[in-house]
């Protein structure tokens, strides 16, 4: 095993990364998406959340789907 691993290291050599000027800028947007995403995430499923830990429901919980107006 090994042997396998410094033949393909005297293959291979040392490599360097390089990284442009356009690659902080995609890390910051995947991190930005990333952060987003997972908000949304769990904005849509906040309800469902609560409702297997004990709490009430979003639906019990607001009031956006009445039609009626409370005076």
């Known amino acids: 095993m090994f042997e396998l691993s410094g033949v393909l290291l005297s293959i291979l050599g040392e490599k360097t ?35 297997r830990f004990g709490g009430k429901a979003a639906a019990e919980d607001d009031d956006f789907g009445d039609d009626e107006i409370d005076e």
């Not at 991190?31 to 995403?37: I, K, P, V, Y």
């Not at 997972?38 to 849509?44: H, K, Q, T, V, Y």
């Open 17 to 51: 990364a390089y990284l442009d000027p356009g690659s902080g800028s995609i890390l910051i947007q995947l991190l930005l998406a990333a952060l987003l995403g997972a908000g949304l995430f769990f904005r849509s499923s906040w309800g469902k959340i609560r409702e």
